[in-house]
């Protein structure tokens, strides 16, 4: 019985909510009494929540009919603001198509205006003229950007102003003016200098080409100058006072000026060659100096030689005199004995007047096929290049056919004097020899009349 007190008053206690004062029930009638107090509060408390919706529902109904109020408004000032859009739109329509007509050719013209002002200020920005007129752009794209952001007419100034400065750039153009300004050297340093402009063509000062840079609008000294027979054209024009000066001008404003910088001097050249053209040179050179080398030596002997035919006395000193010494050391030998005597001394004297001769025939022979050999070492570079990237660069290619190029003209640069120099010296040491052959048989002549006379 206890038990089934216990489990009821638990399912009893559980729905309804006790004060923190609340005693303990010690019997069954007090918790039913506890029990129906309960209820009564709780009933209490449900009908004051009740009064309190009751009484805030008028309040919710009056906001909702303002929120409902505040929509219509908003939906009926919509309506009025699309048809006012509506009819500006056909009114701008309207009065831009009057316009348009009103305007008539005069339209055209200004478009010309602006394109004519475009174009001005992109020739101006790379002008050299602009090296000492600056910011002369500055209205130009200010007229065409206001032309082409909005339908503003151009005024009567503004036509002027750009008639101005296309009649000023011509004019300009025709001059030769000297103005000082800040240059930055090739080292990177900046000093104020005396620069000549020439026309709209070049810049110069104290003897060398300059360029006018239109991102940063300075000058600067090229740092690679063109070859030296411009920069001496240019250094008579920095030293000249009123008399003419010949002078080479770009024409075109500075492209063939870099063109020229850009290319390629003879040092640079030989280098493309690369070690192949080096070995060229390397055996043109020893050819050289050889040649060299013979023709003082051939010069010398010849002129020995000829100093012998006109004395009977034989010296030492030169071919044709040790040969005639021959026929003196054996004054008493038959004629065939003399005879081979002369021919071993002329054999002996031979090899010294054609000595390293063959050297610069066989450099003559082998230089251009080295300069083949490098065409080919040139071809499979450019061979490979184009395996690896393919052909849409061409500069990728450039090296390899530049070696090829230049090993092939290096080759046959050092081969054709060397053909020249072997041939030069072989004809003059071979007339040497004949003057020994001729006078050894002169000398045998003499000794067999002489035998045929005793006889």
């Known amino acids: 019985m206890k038990k089934l007190l216990k489990n009821v008053s ?9 004060n923190a004062s609340a005693q303990q029930a010690k019997s069954l009638d007090e918790l039913l009494t506890q029990l129906e107090q309960g209820q009564i509060a709780q009933s209490e408390q449900n009908r004051q929540r009740e009064a309190v919706f009751l009484a805030k529902q008028d309040q919710q109904e009056r906001l909702l009919a303002q929120a409902k109020n505040l929509r219509d408004q908003a939906v009926e ?18 009065k831009a198509d009057a316009l348009n007509q009103r305007m008539g050719e005069l339209k055209e013209l200004f ?36 032309m082409a952001s909005t339908s503003k007419l151009a005024s009567i100034e503004e036509i002027e102003r750009l008639w ?17 300004r800040e240059v930055v050297a090739a080292d990177g340093s900046k000093a104020d ?50 008399e003419a000066v010949q002078f080479a001008l770009d024409p075109t404003g500075g492209s063939i000026l870099g063109l020229l910088v850009q290319a390629p001097n003879t040092e640079e050249r030989i280098d493309q060659g690369g070690p192949v053209g080096y070995v060229i040179l390397a055996l043109g050179a020893i050819g050289l100096l050889i040649a060299i080398e013979r023709f003082i030596t051939l010069f010398l002997i010849g002129s020995k030689v000829n100093r ?43 090899p010294r007047l054609t000595s390293r001769l063959t050297i610069i025939k066989i450099i003559s022979v082998v230089a251009p096929l080295i300069g083949l050999l490098g065409t080919v070492v040139g071809m499979i570079n450019t061979f490979q290049a184009i395996t690896l990237f393919g052909t849409g660069d061409p500069k990728l290619m450039a090296g390899g056919i530049s070696q090829a190029l230049v090993t092939t003209v290096l080759g046959l640069v050092v081969a054709i004097p060397m053909v020249f120099l072997s041939t030069m010296l072989n004809t003059r040491s071979r007339g040497i020899i004949n003057i020994l ?15 045929e006379k005793g006889a």
């Open 10 to 18: 638990l399912l009893c206690v559980l729905p309804f909510a006790f």
């Open 77 to 94: 000032l919509s309506n009025d603001l699309e048809e006012t859009f509506q009819f500006n739109e056909i009114n701008i329509a309207n």
């Open 308 to 350: 012998q035919l006109k004395s009977d006395t034989a010296a030492q000193d030169n071919p044709l005199g040790r040969v005639m010494q021959v026929k003196d050391e054996n004054a008493s030998a038959d004629t065939e004995t003399l005879e081979l005597k002369l021919s071993e001394r002329i054999l002996a004297e031979v």
């Open 437 to 451: 052959q001729q006078q050894s048989a002169g000398i045998i002549a003499e000794r067999a009349e002489r035998a």
């Open 111 to 146: 478009g010309v205006l602006q394109q004519v002002a475009g174009d001005t200020q992109s020739k101006f920005q790379t002008s050299v003229i602009s090296a000492q007129l600056p910011n002369r752009g500055q209205f130009l794209n200010e007229f065409a950007q206001s």
């Open 193 to 242: 200098q005396e620069v000549i402009r020439i026309g709209g063509f070049n810049l110069v000062s104290q003897g060398k080409y300059l360029e006018y840079v239109d991102e940063t609008g300075s000058v600067a000294e090229l740092i690679r100058q063109p070859a030296s027979r411009y920069l001496a054209s240019a250094q008579q024009l920095t030293t000249a006072t009123n």
């Open 164 to 180: 101005f400065e296309l009649q000023r750039e011509m004019t300009q153009s025709g001059k030769v003016h000297k103005f000082t």
